[in-house]
């Protein structure tokens, strides 16, 4: 019984190694077509690539001359980004509330998006740190909103932030005084950030 308990531990054992082998082949099999396709899928996305010059060459001459007021933008954008920043280290500890990740708001994924010529990447990283900044600042001003003041206006408003629909209804008195502990503790249900206490 012994002996062939044995020989089929050891049938097993083989069988075991000869699947590994076949497990690493093919995984180096598809490993070699994901490099042959990524390469392949560059080439096409190159060919989409307008160079620098002709785009500059194709561009109205009102899109060239109000460029310099769009880039502008990024001295508010800066001056918000820092401000916020520094609003929430300071602020946000002594209110006990969770802390906004600046990383989870400001994106920058599009700089190796072979189609693009270095102004349109210029363009994007304008475009994603200006968004980013305003959806980083909203909701630092949201969590704030939520801790000072979490009743909702008596008018309708366009597209409030996530954490609106949570606050007191305008004019209940009541339900703001008897839930605003709790709505102040109110952070890791709505977001998945650890509750401070």
Known sequence: MRQELDELLAKIHVLQEELEAEYNAKREELLQKRVELADEFLRQQRRYKIGLLRYMLRSRILVALTAP?????????????????LYQTVCFPIYRIPKVRRADYLVFDREDLPYLNLLEKFNCLYCSYGNGVAAYTREIAARTEQYWCPIKHARRIRDAHARYPH???HGDGEAYHAGLARLRRQYERDDGDKQRS
């Open 69 to 85: 007021v769009i880039y502008l933008g990024w001295i508010p954008f800066i001056l918000m980004d820092l401000f916020v920043t």
């Open 167 to 169: 606050f007191f209804d």
